[in-house]
């Protein structure tokens, strides 16, 4: 990072309609699965009046709930919300390879959300239980595994199969790169959702970006805060002391970087990774109305060159991190 620097300020606004980058932001409800159903009602009124279209949700969050709150709000309003859902993190291991337990979990998400979605991904397709039948929930699939030819995912045929019997998009999300890079290969997703790798200190999905900005797939960037860890710098540096330095480092030059600026992490965080790859989507969750309208502003800057430049400087790559609310090691 550049030291003695007098800190860069943002730029006006790009020449082009700044909705067009809003529209590269998707609303995610990991965070409010749990909310009653007036705060979903809020936050998506919010969102559909700032011109929002893509909402990320998934069989699993809540164990439903969020599904059946989306859903209900879709009965009562005449929003225009495309809808994305991802399947998986079954109670059943065995389900896992059983594309029939697929095609039952996309009924229920149909019925729950009261309409077809407008995109599927199999959830968490880097972990190895989709993968071998020896694998488990959690565990990620290992280089070793990604050489072996003997492996095969029948449920990720099963979740291309239902895309084309609807007309919908299908694709592929986790949290870890290689793996997801290396199912993408031969499986040709339309779209690969990858959260907690591309951030203001994660660079670990940039050839997936790469592959992206090609033409390979649709890109959408989940957690620009690394699950809440973005928010939490001391204790992020704390843990880097004990397990990773480039962790400890980053987490340090990124707090002096915002002190030094003057601005909010959220400022800082959705127009820098707009404006770092011009292909992708960014996924962010919100709890509570009013947050989705800071989100979205923000989201109409742009930062300087030489902002930009420093906060490249202080990106490293690393495997992704657990919520802080877990155990504190890499996910």
């Not at 290992?142 to 050489?147: E, G, H, I, P, R």
């Not at 509570?288 to 060159?305: M, N, W």
């Not at 400087?313 to 690393?318: K, L, S, V």
Request: charged share 25%.
């Amino acid at each position: 990072m550049l030291a003695n620097t007098v800190a860069p300020q943002f730029q006006s606004e790009r020449a082009s309609d700044p909705m067009d980058r809003r529209h590269r932001l998707v609303l995610g409800t990991f965070t409010l699965a749990e909310a009653p159903q007036d705060v979903w009602d809020a936050v998506l009124d919010e969102y559909v009046a700032a011109g929002g279209e893509w909402v990320d949700t998934a069989f699993a969050y809540g164990h439903g709930e969020a599904e059946r709150k989306l859903g209900s709000y879709l009965r009562r309003r005449s929003a225009s919300l495309r809808i994305s859902t991802k399947i998986g993190h079954f109670s059943d291991h065995a389900a896992y390879r059983d594309p029939g337990a697929l095609l039952q979990a996309f009924e229920q998400s149909r019925e729950r959300l009261g309409r077809l979605p407008d995109q599927i991904l199999l959830h968490e397709a880097d972990w190895r239980v989709w993968w071998h039948k020896e694998g488990k929930p959690f565990e990620i699939r290992s280089a070793k595994d990604l050489t072996d030819g003997g492996q095969s995912a029948p449920c990720l045929a099963a979740v291309r199969k239902i895309a084309d019997q609807f007309a919908i998009r299908w694709g592929i999300s986790g949290n870890n790169t290689a793996p997801l890079m290396h199912a993408a290969i031969d499986a040709k997703p339309d779209v690969i959702l990858v959260a907690k790798q591309l951030d203001l200190l994660w660079r670990t999905a940039e050839p997936l970006a790469a592959r992206a900005q090609a033409g390979a797939y649709d890109l959408w960037l989940g957690s620009p805060f690394h699950q809440g860890w973005l928010f939490r710098l001391d204790e992020l540096a704390a843990f880097g002391e004990r397990c990773n330095p480039d962790v400890a480092q980053g987490a340090r030059d990124l707090a002096a970087l915002l002190s030094r600026v003057g601005t909010g992490l959220v400022e800082l965080a959705i127009p820098f990774l707009l404006d770092r790859h011009d292909i992708t989507r960014i996924a962010v969750g919100v709890r509570q109305p009013g947050e989705i309208t800071q989100v979205l502003a923000s989201a109409e800057r742009s930062l300087s060159k030489e902002l930009m430049a420093e906060i490249d400087r202080i990106g490293f790559r690393a495997p992704p991190m657990k919520s802080p609310m877990q155990k504190s090691e890499p996910a």
